[in-house]
């Protein structure tokens, strides 16, 4: 029953631009924080950026602050990240996360990851 589907990866030039989309169902899209995590052949997973449930705050890597921007609609049970300026170094799958914290204990769901690869 829960889902999180990422879409919109794909091959890219430098400097060119990606919006990815991840798309929840299962669960109560709204009492969730979103990330977008990262990881490249050989190296470990990374956080690349996160949103509060509300959408009221959000927090980046600094390898991509200035260049990428997480947004979501709630109304859509949606997160996006869009990509700009991409480099080589951000070529990598892109996985949706989405993270409650509770009294009892905390939920976590992953999705499949997206491929992005950015190539002359």
């Known amino acids: 029953q829960v889902q999180l589907v990422e879409s919109g990866g794909g091959l890219v030039q430098p400097g060119g631009s990606l919006r990815l989309s991840c798309a929840a169902s299962?669960?109560?899209?709204?009492?969730?924080?979103m990330s977008w995590y990262r990881q490249a052949p050989g190296k470990e997973r990374e956080l690349v950026a996160a949103?509060?449930?509300?959408?009221?705050?959000?927090n980046y890597a600094d390898s991509v602050k200035g260049r990428f921007t997480i947004s979501r609609d709630n109304a859509k049970n949606t997160v996006y990240l869009q990509m700009n300026s991409l480099k080589p170094e951000d070529t990598a799958v892109y996985y949706c996360?989405?993270?409650?914290?509770?009294?009892?204990?905390?939920?976590?769901?992953w999705g499949q990851g997206t491929q992005v690869t950015v190539s002359s």
């Open positions: 949103i509060t449930s509300g959408g009221g705050s959000t």
């Open positions: 299962g669960f109560t899209f709204g009492w969730y924080a």
């Open positions: 996360n989405a993270k409650k914290t509770g009294f009892v204990k905390e939920y976590e769901y």
